[in-house]
């Protein structure tokens, strides 16, 4: 399977607890954005690499979350002292530089928080 | 107001039904328009992909932008019990910007 790979596919953490989740998007894709969707609702942005280089970011990142992704290749979301509000599904997507503008999407993280 | 307005549903409509799913936007900004379709605990997968306005058709599927309305809209010809998922409209104003969806709405077809 070549397409963007996201694992864990579920991570259940207690309150207060650090967790980071990894995804590998698809070889060669320069592009790699991670997005947070809530149960009933639309995935919403929060941060976007351009090869290593982290390019833009959401208010939504506040400073419990950051990413990395080192050497251009694959991608880690780490979030620090986790709250219930955290709990989510943290999806991943890749496209290349150039050409078609499409975002292709991993399975996500299903993140719970107790 | 949400930059992507779209009706959550649940949309319900018999196997063979024409479906009819639709967003609003308030940027005028957005010039790329994509369909996605979502299945319960799986990541969105790319259904259309139309650029600026006008239609464009895909076996099943016709999607239709109107930049002077800020509407979009996602026709479904044939509907099938497989196509029972959610669809998320999506936009962007550059290629390779973020992506703004809509909420999502929930289809259903029965058999």
């Known amino acids: 399977d070549t397409g963007v790979s996201q694992n864990p596919r579920h991570k259940i953490t207690k309150r207060g607890q650090n967790v980071t989740f990894r995804c590998d998007p698809i070889?060669?894709?320069?592009?790699l954005y991670w997005y947070r969707q809530t149960l009933g609702q639309g995935p919403e942005f929060l941060t976007y690499?351009?090869?290593?280089?982290?390019?833009?970011k959401s208010r939504l990142l506040s400073d419990r979350f950051s990413a990395e992704r080192p050497k251009g290749s694959f991608s880690t979301l780490e979030i620090q002292r986790t709250e219930q509000g955290d709990s989510a599904m943290y999806l991943c997507?890749?496209?290349?530089?150039?050409?078609?503008?499409?975002?292709?999407f991993g399975a996500g993280t299903r993140l719970s928080v107790l | 107001q949400k930059e992507v307005e779209q009706d959550p549903g649940p949309l319900s409509v018999p196997e063979g039904a024409i479906v009819s799913l639709n967003c609003t936007y308030s940027?005028?900004?957005?010039?790329?328009f994509m369909w996605y379709r979502q299945y319960s605990r799986k990541g969105p997968e790319l259904l259309m992909y139309?650029?600026?306005?006008g239609n464009k058709e895909d076996g099943r599927f016709t999607a239709q932008v109107d930049k002077s309305s800020k509407y979009i809209s996602l026709f479904i010809r044939d509907s099938q019990p497989s196509d029972s998922a959610t669809y998320l409209c999506?936009?962007?104003?550059?290629?390779?910007?973020?992506?703004?969806f809509g909420g999502g709405t929930r289809l259903m077809v029965k058999p």
């Open positions: 070889s060669e894709h320069n592009r």
């Open positions: 690499f351009q090869n290593e280089a982290q390019l833009e």
């Open positions: 940027n005028s900004a957005f010039q790329y």
């Open positions: 999506a936009m962007s104003i550059n290629a390779g910007n973020m992506l703004t």
């Open positions: 997507a890749s496209t290349p530089l150039a050409g078609e503008n499409i975002q292709y």
């Open positions: 139309t650029y600026s306005s």
